[in-house]
Every structure is written in structure tokens, then in C-alpha cells.
């Protein structure tokens, strides 16, 4: 008996971030190339400071939706004002939230783009503003300004002047079904779904900051989140209506922002004139298309990378 | 002849169906009344881990839970559903609180320590249907003559969630 052929099954493991990635695949190319252009903008979320990040959770639940329809929620902002509008008012109420309405998402300055199979949207901030996230409330803000202040000087160390000071990362997905910052949505079969939720912190910010996001988070995301159960009905909706012959002659239309994207000077990827588009979307279906029809990585296009990194941060954090 | 204990116990078990019947009716608004100003609802989470690892079974408070709400959190919840626009909840749920098992004990400074056991049952829509079971310890003080819920502490009988969310209050 050869008992060197009957070892596990060895994963291919590489981290960005901190954050493990791993593929069965020996022929896949590295993470960084996979990552590629992406990486310009995940660092400004998760390679901020020297101290990395940790991971609270995760919060699991189960759906029956295919997993792609969470990566499709995740470049779907105009589902917001309707969906989550009565969370977003109890929340303008009492925490002085900012209001969200279907003008202030239609007029957003954020954008889609697309880059190397993954959907991200970013925004190009005002100098001097820390990124928004749940939990911020007219009590918290001038936490968040001071801890921003505070670590300015280390983040554009590492990440440059515009990545440290402008580049906002939104809600985005990692290809194929990270989702969010920071969710994996497990396929358990073709119409069924666990969500592996997280919230990830950054390890060096102060306690009172970590305790704000946290609560932020459970407060709207996950099984109980005030935004999130509103979102479940749909899904769930949406995929049942999807099962009936009559659905499947009408095609999902995904052709909102045709034609409104495009390359940037400052920015790579496909970035998209406006934050209400579908530009991810269909770029996320024609990938996934791509993986299932190639034969092997060889047959799969990997973007070159042509950002240039400011800064002293690396993939390894 | 009732014991002090047993008188304890009859009141809080009053208390308790009390809430039970406000969820079920949809009185959220009675059943906001119940918990004091100060108030921590806490759910953690619950992990599926090997019996010498049972200290490491549920999540303490500063890792993520399923809620931790303070007041404003929890009157946030309830307005919301005010709004007209809380899909979730609108239709709202059918629901069943069988709460029982109940221990009470007397804590030094006058509140109690109370556990309880629930079953909760919640039809939605059609045919969505969702069975909760878990128990809550709860923090019970006197104020001006009615208990209040200081702290709640909501312990699932679940690791991975099978139905829908949390949209129902336990």
C-alpha cells in the first residue's frame, strides 16, 4: 500500500491581508494576479493599518436562493431606498443617520467598477472624511473623525495621498461569492445558501470604535439586521418566481447603465458613470459564464495589473 | 400556605405569560414597556463544538452576537414596523410564545435572576413556517412597583440558522 497517495487532498493557500484564500486548483494563477487590479481598492478597506485586521464571527444562516443572487444584491443599489427604507428612517430618527431616499441614491457620487472578475463600487470622498458604516450615529461621528485624524499619517504611508485620503471602497464582492465586507455565500446546491457572516475590525483601533462597528453591524446586517430582513423576502421571492415556466420567458433585464462605462484616467477597471447601474451585474454573469465553460485556468482571461500601488502596503498586509 | 419563593415565582410566571400574550397579540408597544431604560438584549451566538470545548460554546459579549441592543436599539426595532414599509414583518408573522421551565432566584441587591425556556412557532406568507427554541436569563428589577427586564439574555437552541432571519421578538 503506497500510503503517500492517501493524504487529504491538499488546498493551494495564499493570504492577502490577512485574509486566507485558498483554491483546490494547482494550475490557478497566484492570488495576487487573481486579485489584480482589485487590490488598488480592497486595500483602502483592509490593508489600512500596520496592525491588520481581525475577524469577529461568523454569524451562519441559510437561504434557499442561489449564491449568485447575493453577489447581484451587492451591486444592486437601487433596491435600497425601497427595501430598506423604514430601517433607514427609524435610524434618521433616533441616530441622526443619514437620510436615504431615491434621489440621494440616484445623485450618488459612487460608482461601479469592475475589475479582473470582481464588483466593487467605491466613491471618490471629500478630503478629511472617514468612511461611512453602520453604527456611525450623531453620537458616534466624532469618534470616527478623531480615529480617522489619528491614523492618517500611517494609512498614506501605506497606501498613498488618493488611496489614504479619497478612495472609498462601498459594498463589493470578491469573485466569485465574497460578498459585503466581509460574507461568504457557501452554495449548499443549486437554490440553497449559507451565509457566513463576519465583521472584520481593524486590530489596533481602540476599543470604543471596535464596540460601535460591532454593534453596528448585528444591529443592520445578519439574520436579525434591520436592513438585512427586508432583503430576505426578496431573494426568496425572486428565486421562486424565477422556478415558474412563465419567468423563464421573460430574461432577467440587466441593461441599465448600457453604454455608461468605461475606462477611467485615475481609476482602473470598468468604472461606471453612475452609482444606479448594472454595469457589475452583467459583467459578474458573462465571468461566471466564462469559469464554467473553460476548461481549464488556462482558458480563463486574468487581467494585467496596471495600478500603480502607492505606499509601503503589500498583498501580506 | 405560599412560600415567599413560591409567591415569587407565580408573579414572575404572570409576568411572563403577560409578555407572551403582548407578542403574540402584537402589542410591541406594551411589550417595550417592559424592559428598563438601561437595558442590554443580548443574544449570542452558538457554536457547535466538542464537549471538553463547552466554555468556548456561546460567544461573550465583544464578539459578534446575533443582537446586542441597548434601549434605543430596541425601540428602533418597534418603530420600525410603524413605518408601513417593514416588508419583512408586513405581513406580519403568525406567532406562538410557549414560555415555561421557569427558575427564579433572588439576587442580594433585590432584582432577580430568571430563566426561562421558549418555544417560539412563526408562520409568515404562505407557507413560510420557522420553530425557535432557546431560553432567556433575565436580570429582573422592581421599578415603582412592576418588574422590568434590566438584561435580557437570549441563548438559541441553533448554530447555523434554518429559516428566513430573526425578524420576530423572543
Given at each position: 500500500m503506497d500510503r503517500s497517495k492517501l493524504g487529504l487532498v491538499e488546498a493551494r493557500v495564499e493570504t492577502y491581508a490577512g485574509i486566507v484564500f485558498a483554491t483546490w486548483a494547482t494550475d490557478a494563477p497566484s492570488l495576487e494576479a487573481y486579485l489584480g487590479d482589485a487590490r488598488w481598492y480592497l486595500d483602502t478597506l483592509?490593508?489600512?493599518?500596520?496592525?491588520g485586521m481581525q475577524a469577529l464571527g461568523p454569524m451562519k444562516w441559510l437561504e434557499p436562493v442561489n449564491w449568485k443572487t447575493m453577489v447581484d444584491n451587492c451591486s444592486d443599489n437601487y433596491h435600497v431606498p425601497t427595501t430598506h427604507q423604514s430601517s433607514a428612517r427609524v435610524q434618521t430618527r433616533y441616530l441622526g443617520r443619514p437620510h436615504l431616499s431615491h434621489k440621494d441614491q440616484f445623485e450618488s457620487p459612487n460608482r461601479h467598477v469592475f475589475v479582473n472578475g470582481h464588483s466593487l463600487t467605491f466613491r471618490e470622498a471629500p478630503d478629511n472624511t472617514p468612511r461611512y458604516v453602520h453604527g456611525m450615529s450623531k453620537d458616534t461621528f466624532a469618534l470616527f473623525q478623531q480615529y480617522y485624524e489619528a491614523t492618517l499619517p500611517e494609512v498614506e504611508r501605506r497606501l498613498g495621498s488618493l488611496r489614504a485620503r479619497r478612495v472609498q471602497l462601498g459594498n463589493h464582492s470578491i469573485f466569485p461569492n465574497g460578498v459585503l465586507g466581509f460574507r461568504l455565500a457557501l452554495p449548499r446546491g443549486p437554490l440553497q445558501t449559507e451565509f457566513w457572516h463576519f465583521v472584520l475590525l481593524e486590530?489596533?483601533?481602540p476599543e470604543t470604535i471596535k464596540q460601535v462597528i460591532r454593534i453596528g453591524s448585528q444591529a443592520n446586517n445578519g439574520v436579525a439586521g434591520l436592513f438585512e430582513q427586508d432583503d430576505v423576502d426578496n431573494w426568496r421571492q425572486v428565486t421562486a418566481a424565477s422556478r415558474s415556466r412563465l419567468s423563464r420567458r421573460v430574461p432577467q433585464d440587466l441593461s441599465m447603465g448600457i453604454g455608461h462605462a468605461g475606462s477611467h484616467p485615475d481609476y482602473p477597471?470598468?468604472?461606471?458613470?453612475?452609482?444606479?447601474?448594472?454595469n457589475n451585474q452583467r459583467h459578474f454573469y458573462r465571468r461566471w459564464e466564462e469559469f464554467m465553460n473553460?476548461?481549464?485556468?488556462?482558458?480563463i482571461p486574468i487581467a494585467p495589473i496596471t495600478a500603480r500601488f502607492e505606499g509601503t502596503a503589500t498583498i501580506r498586509g | 400556605m405560599v412560600t415567599s419563593r413560591q409567591a415569587l415565582w407565580l408573579e414572575l410566571m404572570s409576568f411572563y405569560i403577560r409578555e407572551a400574550w403582548l407578542l403574540d397579540e402584537r402589542k410591541f408597544t406594551g411589550w417595550l414597556d417592559?424592559?428598563?431604560?438601561?437595558?442590554l438584549y443580548f443574544m449570542p451566538r452558538r457554536k457547535n463544538v466538542l464537549r471538553r470545548e463547552s466554555h468556548r460554546e456561546v460567544t461573550p459579549l465583544g464578539d459578534l452576537a446575533l443582537i446586542e441592543d441597548d434601549r434605543r436599539y430596541l425601540e428602533m426595532r418597534v418603530a420600525?414596523?410603524?413605518?408601513?414599509?417593514a416588508w419583512g414583518e408586513d405581513p406580519p408573522s403568525r406567532t406562538r410564545h410557549l414560555i415555561g421551565n421557569l427558575v427564579a432566584e433572588p439576587a442580594d441587591n433585590g432584582e432577580v435572576n430568571a430563566k426561562t425556556a421558549f418555544l417560539v412557532y412563526r408562520s409568515h406568507l404562505e407557507t413560510d413556517h420557522q420553530l425557535l427554541a432557546g431560553s432567556r436569563e433575565d436580570v429582573l428589577r422592581r421599578v415603582d412597583g412592576a418588574w422590568k427586564i434590566a438584561r435580557r439574555t437570549v441563548i438559541l437552541d441553533a448554530n447555523v440558522l434554518l429559516d428566513k432571519n430573526l425578524s420576530v421578538f423572543l
Open positions: 483592509f490593508n489600512r493599518r500596520d496592525g486590530k489596533d483601533a477597471g470598468v468604472v461606471s458613470e453612475r452609482y444606479i447601474s448594472e473553460a476548461e481549464s485556468w488556462a482558458d | 417592559l424592559f428598563a431604560d438601561d437595558v420600525r414596523l410603524d413605518t408601513g414599509m
